[in-house]
């Protein structure tokens, strides 16, 4: 539509070399239609979604038409056998599976000591509870957990508004906070 309720139809003549065969079609629409895409599983104790896939881009090259996706778990097990299922079925779909940029797991601990002092301190700064939760999503505390398994982390920060878009932002008074509650608690010498 080009704003006037308009509807424009081009149509241009191509050479027969840029068609699909009806073998490639029917590769491709199976991978489309048996992909796994979107959340596979809860986590009913969290209450947010345990593994997923986005299936966020399909590409036509000059010799190949790629699907990329996004395997998103806490759990490094499940995000295993996701991955496991969508390379067997690219096998049977007779693609090849490239695996890359991968965020490992960071999978929510019961415990922490250290999510306890923050806590603390922030009940004692602005008399009320924080909001403690996790996300469903890569993080820098995933690629740190799998270097050193047993550290106790927690990730915090500023109120961010349109993540992942070009309008996106930091609430600058949230910036302020999040510095003052660090100091707070880096003060405390833990």
């Not at 922030?122 to 799998?146: F, R, S, W």
């Not at 508004?161 to 003060?187: G, Q």
């Amino acid at each position: 539509l080009n704003g006037k309720d308009e509807v424009k139809i081009s149509i241009e003549k191509t050479s027969a070399d840029r068609v699909f065969t009806a073998e490639s079609a029917e590769r491709l629409s199976t991978f489309a239609a048996l992909v796994p895409n979107g959340v596979q599983s809860n986590n009913l104790a969290l209450g947010m979604p345990e593994v997923s896939n986005n299936l966020g881009v399909i590409r036509q090259n000059e010799d190949d038409v790629e699907f990329i996706c996004a395997l998103r778990s806490g759990t490094a097990s499940l995000k295993t056998e996701l991955f496991g299922r969508a390379k067997k079925l690219t096998e049977v779909c007779g693609g090849r599976l490239d695996f890359m940029g991968d965020y490992p797991a960071w999978e929510f601990k019961n415990e922490s000591p250290l999510r306890d002092v923050f806590v603390s301190e922030y009940k004692k700064m602005y008399g009320k509870d924080p909001v403690v939760e996790t996300v469903h999503a890569g993080l820098e505390c995933g690629l740190i957990g799998e270097k050193i398994p047993d550290m106790d982390m927690i990730s915090f920060g500023p109120n961010l508004l349109d993540i992942h878009t070009p309008k996106e932002r930091a609430e600058i008074m949230s910036i302020e906070r999040v510095w003052n509650f660090l100091t707070a608690v880096l003060k405390k010498g833990i």
